[in-house]
């Protein structure tokens, strides 16, 4: 049984998804909360730009930027604790099976993920360091970037594991549901994770079309998650290219503003944002498929799903 078909256990009556769907906007409406007070409180109490409020690159520079993550994260925290209690009290579902196919979650497979595209991070950084080292200037301060480290070691974590839970996991299996076929719900969240960075700086700064970008990385995610029959690679990537990023280099049009190790004076380009996803990727799938012997591509990607009561009466 694969990893979309772990959707059909449970309670999965409609009312429920628009529950817990309720549920989790809902935390991440509490979770912003304290931004909103904070916000407030500065622009009361100092000298502040009012009409650049609505800003949240200007409002994050307001604080100390390991404050400004616990700010960031606190939505994402709500939310997944949100969708945690969703799962388990209102779908009666395992958090297993939001997770994986496999009886357990395999922790090798999330780490051989965040090991690899970590070295990809750091080999691809240093290119651009060593061809270009005025553009990037040194930014390392001991203490505030142990702060760094360990708030971003707790949060970023939990950061994207809401972003996976919610489309490679929730999402993907409901409309696989629906749909009963995986090619569906891997395009449909892929567009929805796109789209959920429209508000990122980074989209005013180089414009509408890095939504490709946010847009097929959702899809190679999805395809890993598909591919795999679980979220352990999809995870350890994105844990990988969050974590390792915030804490190698920052830049001030960035949404992870942090006491990183460098900090980039570039004007950002779009070369250096589509060569990795047109180049990397597919290393890294043919990689992944290589190690973990993938097979059967199509089916995988674009076949039908079978209701997990059919697949019990046939003995699968």
Request: aromatic share 18%; charged share 15%.
């Amino acid at each position: 049984m694969g990893y979309l078909e772990e959707g059909f256990k449970g309670a999965t009556d409609w009312w429920r998804y628009i529950a817990s769907i309720v549920l989790v906007l809902l935390g991440v409406f509490f979770g912003s909360i304290p931004l909103s007070f904070a916000i407030v409180n500065v622009a009361e109490n100092s000298d502040v730009d009012a009409t650049k409020l609505n800003d949240i690159t200007y409002v994050l520079t307001l604080f100390d930027s390991n404050i400004s993550l616990i700010y960031m994260v606190l939505p994402f925290v709500f939310g997944l604790v949100a969708l945690f209690f969703s799962v388990k009290f209102i779908h009666d579902k395992s958090l297993t099976s939001l997770t994986t196919a496999r009886k357990k979650m395999d922790w090798k497979r999330f780490f051989f993920s965040f090991g690899i595209w970590s070295f990809f991070v750091v080999f691809f950084f240093g290119i651009q360091l060593l061809s270009a080292p005025e553009l990037f200037e040194w930014n390392f301060e001991l203490i505030p970037f142990l702060g760094l480290f360990a708030l971003a070691l707790i949060l970023i974590p939990i950061q994207i594991a809401f972003e996976e839970y919610v489309f490679r996991g929730y999402l993907m299996q409901g409309l696989a549901m629906v749909s009963k076929n995986r090619w569906f719900p891997l395009l449909v969240t892929s567009v929805l994770f796109g789209l959920m960075h429209y508000e990122n700086p980074e989209i005013d700064k180089l414009g509408n079309v890095l939504l490709l970008y946010y847009v097929g990385t959702g899809l190679f995610l999805g395809v890993l998650a598909l591919m795999d029959e679980g979220l352990e690679l999809s995870l350890g990537f994105h844990a990988a290219n969050n974590l390792v990023t915030a804490l190698l280099v920052t830049a001030d049009w960035t949404a992870f503003q942090t006491h990183s190790v460098f900090k980039d004076l570039s004007e950002p380009t779009l070369f250096w944002v589509f060569v990795p996803m047109l180049v990397l990727y597919p290393i890294l799938l043919f990689l992944f498929s290589k190690k973990y012997k993938w097979n059967n591509w199509k089916e995988k990607l674009s076949g039908t799903i079978t209701e997990i009561h059919e697949v019990e009466e046939i003995g699968i």
